[in-house]
């Protein structure tokens, strides 16, 4: 199994396992909270993804990929930040409590990956290979 394959299947056991806990728990939650921990994740996922393409990693995301080629990679973070943020605006508030903090917790596997790609980009950086 493939890396993007093993995060992937990692995000959604977290995610179940997360639903799953809080569905049973029913804890009282402040959707500010859960926004703020999404929302935390995904800036790091892309501070991160810039810190690893400058240092020689490729974006896996084919769609995101697309976007570096056409609009440049500043530019299409914060197109996705944007949309993101439109979409939380917008539909958050209808998402199940339980869902919200799975996600934001799930969502942390994402930035983990990325240091961890970081991490081996660097040392193969700085050993010239």
């Known amino acids: 199994m493939g890396r993007i394959a093993f995060v992937f299947v990692l995000f959604i056991v977290v995610f ?8 049973i728990m029913e804890p009282e939650i402040p959707i500010l909270l859960t926004a703020a921990l999404f929302l935390t994740n995904v ?3 892309h501070i991160l993804t810039w810190k690893a393409l400058q240092v020689g990693a490729k974006e896996r995301n084919p769609i995101i990929a697309m976007l570096h080629g ?5 530019k299409t973070s914060f197109v996705v930040l944007a949309f993101i943020v439109c979409t939380m605006y ?6 199940p409590v ?4 799975a996600l934001g917790v799930a969502y ?22």
Do not use: H
């Open 16 to 23: 179940s396992l997360v639903t799953y806990a809080t569905e």
């Open 43 to 45: 800036v790091a996922d």
């Open 70 to 74: 056409v609009v440049g990679v500043y």
């Open 90 to 95: 917008f539909f958050w508030s209808r998402v």
């Open 98 to 101: 339980s869902e919200q903090l």
């Open 108 to 129: 942390a596997v994402i930035p983990i990956n990325n240091v961890i790609v970081l991490r081996g980009k660097r040392k193969k950086w700085r050993s010239g290979d």
